[in-house]
């Protein structure tokens, strides 16, 4: 939810403030501005799926000469991958709620599909490059990003940026 609707669904998480310009003191507020939640969320996401790519070489068995630039360009990748897939992951999800779907079910039919499809994709685009054959090794790779993916999502929804997880 973001902070305006907040106020008006009267939700929990945003206080007016007991003290500012009208009580004779300085405005203060616990509202986190969105925009910095949102480069906080897509510096993590960048950060654990630069992992997920480092954890990607003993598990495919990859033969990488420079571990780091490896890692670079897939997590990258997969960065904006994921930021061209959020429109569809959020047509997807807006769809399964407008039809009345129970939200776990919504969310496991966009987010959780849209991400396997998109880790998928990075790993044959690895196998390919590297000319290694798709083995179930790689199914377990896709699952740990999938599952990296889901972990972020509830980070998001804690930081209140129930809205912005859509997006990577």
Do not use: D, E, S
């Given at each position: 939810m973001f902070p305006a609707d907040m106020i008006h669904s009267g939700c929990a998480g945003l206080t007016l403030p007991s003290s500012g310009p009208a009580y004779g003191g300085p405005l203060k507020s616990n509202v986190r501005p969105l925009h910095m939640i949102l480069v906080g969320l897509v510096l993590l996401k960048f950060?654990?799926?630069?992992?997920?790519?480092?954890?990607?070489?003993?598990?495919l068995e990859l033969g990488v000469a420079d571990r780091t630039s490896f890692a670079l360009r897939w997590s990258g990748f997969r960065l904006l991958l994921g930021l061209a897939l959020g429109i569809l992951i959020a047509w997807l999800f807006g769809t399964a709620t407008d039809a009345n779907v129970p939200d776990v079910l919504a969310y496991s039919l966009s987010f959780v599909f849209v991400r396997y499809v998109a880790w998928l994709v990075v790993y044959v685009l690895i196998a390919k490059a590297h000319y290694i054959?798709?083995?179930?090794?790689?199914?377990?790779?896709?699952?740990?990003?999938?599952?990296?993916?889901?972990a972020l999502d509830g980070l998001a929804v804690v930081a209140g940026a129930d809205r912005i997880r859509l997006w990577c």
């Open positions: 950060c654990v799926y630069f992992a997920v790519c480092i954890a990607a070489i003993p598990m054959p798709i083995k179930v090794r790689g199914q377990w790779w896709v699952c740990l990003g999938v599952a990296t993916n889901v």
